[in-house]
């Protein structure tokens, strides 16, 4: 038993793989929370039935008014089109609002425009989720181990309880600024996103009738096609928003691709072999 649930009513703006996870390890790590869920109809049919809502609000405003946590599980450009109405109607109590979108600098620029009174805003990013959406693929276990990006005033009251909250939910909060965040997935998030993209249009494109050469393809082609399967929809407003800094990485990431092209025919590839072999390796380690 995690203890004493440092928040006792939630509300989960989006009920999707994020949000329906993170409501699914709320309750199953603080059973006596009250969660109360925002979204499409049949979505929140679906969550009531897994259990992890244990009310369907009747709207925006019945979701965030009994709230001391808003936890905000929509898409980048519907979270900003809605943070200026959920600050209004949470101005007047103490409540923590947070949200888990993967880029920040936005979001949390629009928050401090609007939020006001005694509401606060802790911008979040769970560095976990799986290339399929949806609450039908929701996992109360989808956080356990996974970094979870803060960014706000780590000694705020009500974020050092979301902290806590975090940690007990089974996550690794890492703390820093919207600016850098933005940066540094950029490179290791949304740039692997798109090159799973590119490389699948290359193996579209070169696809005969005869169905070569995608009908030789292996495992290595499925594993690294798997950020493929991801839906447009997810990452319209991620490109939208981190457009600068996904430009820079594309730049950089076509720079590798000119030098290895430009030395195919020498024996000069080993030292980014070896480089290669040394990052998975890192990333092995940290499973």
Known sequence: MAGEAPFRNIAVLGTGLIGGSF????RA?????SVAGWDHPEVLRRAAELGAVTRAAAGLADAVSNADLVYIALPIGATLDLLPEIASLASASDVLITDAASTKAAICRAAAQHL????C???GHPLAGREVSGIEHADAGLFRGANYALVGESGAPSSARFESFLR???ARPVW???ETHDWAVGIVSHLPQLAAIALAGVVNDE?????LPL???GSGLRDTLRLAGSPYGVWRDVCLTNRDNLVRSLDRYIQALEHLRGTLASRDLEPQFTAANQIYKSLRELD
């Open 121 to 123: 805003f802790l911008g």
């Open 23 to 26: 409501a699914l390890a709320c």
């Open 116 to 119: 006001r009174g005694r509401a």
């Open 215 to 217: 009908s030789l393809a």
């Open 29 to 33: 790590t603080f059973p006596d929370v």
């Open 168 to 170: 007990a939910l089974g």
């Open 207 to 211: 696809t005969d009738e005869t169905g």
């Open 176 to 178: 820093i600024d919207a």
